[in-house]
């Protein structure tokens, strides 16, 4: 398909897409408000019985950090639909829908040191959080409260980059039922030789996606004995995205590259992704646009935000400087897709966040998109420069802005001729 024809039926679809968004209230403002009326029965010194999808490592106060047990008091039926993967994805859920499942779990929480070795922890509060980040599903337990549960968006959402539910600090947990916990998670936990860095990428070759690698990870669960610590939950997500990025590419360093430039596309939650695919060795690059009122550039009067971070063949030595976490969820995707098709490329990710995007929903969004957008349909391009030229058209930004921006749009008239 023609570049030209792929953006007029993009253009057509994001329309749609609009329009169906627009006709959805945003009654989650009202949903926050009764978000206390749900765990208003729940006070200090109750023991409360519920089923954990999940667990929250958190980083503010760090080395002292808040580790918790995660429970949809009320709704243990459907626990597992309140953990983040890329179910959610494929369910559609809206912002609005994010956020109440995120406000709906209770947060019932220690603070523990992370220096605290975790490595032969299975009694008491740590070592039942432990199993439910190593469980392959929703676990019952009881928690015994220390205190009565309270909501503080502005603290969860600084944390993780999406709300969580109310808080309230506990004084003990037990298992209710035995979690079963699968042979390779076993595997690794049972090495104590085995670096964090092997054993994540172990268990993603055995089926094992990230979401689930993470948080055996921020439960301390992989490495070697002296170096398992309790790791945040927002690292952790970086981290395992990092890593089998990393091994990713290593598998591609010799592969044969893309052939012809291709255009691909995806817009989900107020996000547009744009990947342009190009031959020649390993680069990557990802650009943001944020426009004013946005989640992360809410002043209406602002200008658009532009952000972005690169990386040639050898990789990055350091942490990206502007996109944060979305950097290697994006690259992720990206290598994943071409991990599928046995080829190396130079590849560009566009993201525009748009207005649309009111509320932080986590970079799983980012990941999702551009895993997905290689499931549709995609456009070929002459050269590398016919691309960014047509894309620049849908962009907020003009291409002069981009050039200036981009370290591989400002290099395509000279460094990337090899694409034509």
């Known amino acids: 398909m023609r570049l030209s024809e792929f953006i007029e039926i993009e253009k057509n679809e994001r329309a749609e897409r609009r329009r169906l968004a627009g006709e959805k209230s945003y009654e989650i403002l009202d949903r926050l408000d009764g978000v ?16 954990s999808p999940s667990i929250f490592v958190g980083r503010s106060g760090y080395p002292n950090v808040s580790t918790g047990l995660l429970s949809p008091v009320g709704n243990e039926s459907d626990a597992g639909q309140f953990v983040t993967d890329g179910a959610w994805y494929e369910e559609g859920v809206s912002i609005g829908d994010v956020f109440e499942r995120r406000t709906s779990l209770l947060n019932a929480s220690q603070t523990t040191p992370v220096e605290t070795n975790v490595h032969d922890t299975w009694e008491g509060f740590l070592g039942v959080q432990r199993e439910v980040a190593l469980a392959d599903r929703p676990i019952g337990i ?10 503080d968006l502005a603290n969860s959402v600084d944390e993780v980059s999406a ?26 936990l049972e090495d104590d030789d085995w670096r964090a860095g092997g054993a994540m990428n172990y268990l993603y070759n055995r089926g094992f996606d990230v979401y689930e690698i993470n948080t055996i990870l921020s439960a301390g669960a992989l490495g070697q004995q002296a170096n398992r610590r309790l790791v945040p939950t927002r690292w952790s997500i970086t981290a395992v995205d990092d890593t089998v990025g990393q091994y990713l590419r290593g598998k591609q360093r010799n592969a044969t590259s893309v052939d012809t430039v291709s255009v691909w596309h995806n817009e989900y939650l107020g996000n547009s992704f ?3 695919l190009a031959p020649g060795q390993w680069e990557f690059e990802l650009v943001e646009f944020k426009a004013p009122g946005s989640v992360w550039n809410p002043d209406p009067a602002a200008g658009i935000w532009l952000a972005s971070d690169y990386e040639g063949r050898e990789g990055r030595s350091g942490y990206v400087e502007e996109t944060a976490g979305a950097y290697y969820a994006a690259r992720l995707a990206v290598l994943e897709y071409l ?15 748009s207005d649309d995007y009111w509320g932080p ?9 551009i895993r997905h957008a290689f499931d549709g349909d995609h456009a070929e391009s002459e050269t590398f420069d016919d691309a960014v030229t047509g894309i620049a058209e849908q ?25 034509k």
Do not use: C, M, Y
């Not at 929903?361 to 998109?369: D, M, P, S, T």
């Open 36 to 51: 206390g009326d749900q765990f208003a029965d729940i006070s200090g010194g109750d023991a409360v019985g519920s089923v």
């Open 142 to 151: 009881e928690v015994g409260l220390n205190g009565t549960p309270e909501l």
């Open 163 to 188: 709300p969580t539910g109310p808080r309230a600090r506990a004084n003990d947990a037990t298992l209710t039922e035995n979690p079963h916990v699968p042979r390779p998670v076993k595997k690794t």
């Open 274 to 276: 744009w990947i342009i």
């Open 339 to 353: 991990d599928s098709i046995g080829r190396q490329a130079k590849a560009l990710v566009l993201r525009h966040v």
């Open 361 to 369: 929903v986590g970079v799983w969004q980012v990941r999702e998109a």
């Open 395 to 419: 962009l907020p930004v003009s291409s002069a802005d981009l050039q200036r921006k981009s370290t591989l749009a400002a290099g395509r008239q000279t460094g990337l001729d090899i694409f």
